[in-house]
C-alpha cells in the first residue's frame, strides 16, 4: 500500500512540475498522468478490485494465522502465556476494520476467554486461593478449554467467506 501511495504522489508531483514548465499543447499529456494517478489511487483503496483484494486478503490472512496460532498455543499449553497473549493481541487488533462484526466479534472473544483463563491460572497458581474457589476454577478452565478446543474449526468457517480465492473460469 505504501508503494501505491508513493506511486501516487510521484505521479502528482510530475503533475505540478509539467503544468509549471510545459506549453499548453503538452495538456494531454498531462490529463493521462492525472488519470494514472487517479486510477492507482482507487485501485489501491478499493477493496473489489484485484490489488484491493490482494491487499486485503493480506491482512486478513495475518489476522486469521495470529487467532489459529493462539488457539493451538492454548489447547497445546492447556494455560495462556502473557507473550502468546501480546502476540494475539498484535496480530488481531486490526480485525474490526476488515471483517464484519461477527467475525470481528469472535476475534474479540478469543481475547476474552483468553484473559479469563490466565487470570483462573495465575489464581490456581496461587497457593493461599481457597479449595472451594480452586474447584470452582477448575471447572471454569475445564470449560474455556473445552470451548478453545472446538475455535479451531469455527475459524476456519468464520474466515472462509474472506479467504477462499474464487476459480477463476
Not at 510545459?22 to 498522468?33: A, S
Request: net charge neutral; proline share 4%; with cysteine.
Amino acid at each position: 500500500m505504501r508503494r501505491i501511495g508513493a506511486a501516487v504522489s510521484f505521479l502528482a508531483l510530475l503533475i505540478a512540475v509539467a503544468w509549471m514548465i510545459c506549453e499548453p499543447h503538452f495538456e494531454p499529456l498531462i490529463l493521462i498522468i492525472a488519470g494514472i494517478a487517479a486510477f492507482l489511487s482507487q485501485t489501491a483503496n478499493e477493496p473489489f478490485s484485484p490489488l484491493g483484494r490482494r491487499l486485503f486478503y493480506d491482512r486478513r490472512f495475518h489476522v486469521y494465522r495470529a487467532a489459529k496460532r493462539f488457539i493451538c498455543q492454548v489447547t497445546t499449553d492447556i494455560s495462556v502465556a502473557r507473550q502468546h497473549l501480546g502476540e494475539l493481541i498484535e496480530g488481531t487488533e486490526e480485525a474490526r476494520f476488515l471483517f464484519d462484526r461477527t467475525t470481528a466479534d469472535f476475534v474479540a472473544e478469543l481475547h476474552r476467554k483468553a484473559v479469563r483463563l490466565r487470570y483462573i491460572n495465575l489464581t490456581m497458581d496461587r497457593p493461599e486461593t481457597p479449595d472451594a474457589q480452586r474447584k470452582q476454577l477448575g471447572a471454569e478452565e475445564e470449560e474455556i478449554l473445552r470451548w478453545f478446543g472446538t475455535q479451531e474449526e469455527t475459524l476456519k468457517e468464520r474466515f472462509a467467506k474472506y479467504l477462499e480465492i474464487p476459480a477463476e473460469g
